[in-house]
């Protein structure tokens, strides 16, 4: 009886100890064989109407009359404006120039099509906060979106900075 006891000790260990193994090499291994997608491979579209947490619904460009609409939410204070021409200077300047004067005043605006003027007082009354907004979100005809690079909050910032080259 004394053998038989310990003949199923052995076997219960050792089919402990082989499911052990096979968990293990399974959690070793299980990231070799996935599939591997590096950043900016794929571009995954978010389905429509969906919102980020913390985000504010983006309207598509197909829908500027809407957006145009859409008052501002961020006063026009200095350090609005401080932020919008921080801003503005990494992401509008390499195109509009360091002023906004556009034509060719940006270092990239000579190898494209000259980008209008943001500091025409006719332009700046023509266009409203909402459409400026919405075009620096999800981009226009020639103009990039940056809407993955600047917070909804952040491109209101470039619109107060915006309305200040006007005055100018």
Not at 13 to 30: C, D, E, F, K, S
Not at 91 to 120: M, Q, R, Y
Request: net charge positive.
């Amino acid at each position: 009886m004394k053998y038989v006891f310990i003949l199923v000790l052995l076997i219960v260990a050792g089919a402990g100890g082989l499911m052990g193994l096979v968990v293990g090499i399974r959690w070793m291994n299980n990231m070799t064989q996935t599939p591997r997608i590096m950043p900016g491979e794929r571009n995954f579209s978010m389905p429509a109407g969906v919102v980020p947490r913390g985000g504010e619904l983006v309207v598509p460009k197909e829908q500027r009359d809407v957006a145009a609409r859409q008052p501002n939410p961020i006063r026009p204070t200095p350090e609005s404006v401080t932020i919008g021409r921080q801003h503005f200077q990494t992401f509008c300047s390499p195109c509009h120039g360091p002023e906004g004067k556009g034509g060719v005043t940006g270092p990239v605006a000579t190898k494209f099509i000259p980008p209008p003027d943001l500091s025409n007082a006719e332009l700046q009354r023509q266009r409203t906060d909402g459409y400026w907004h919405s075009y620096i979100v999800v981009g226009g005809a020639v103009m990039p979106s940056y809407g993955e690079a600047l917070s909804s909050r952040e491109a209101w910032d470039v619109v107060n900075f915006l309305r200040t080259l006007a005055a100018k």
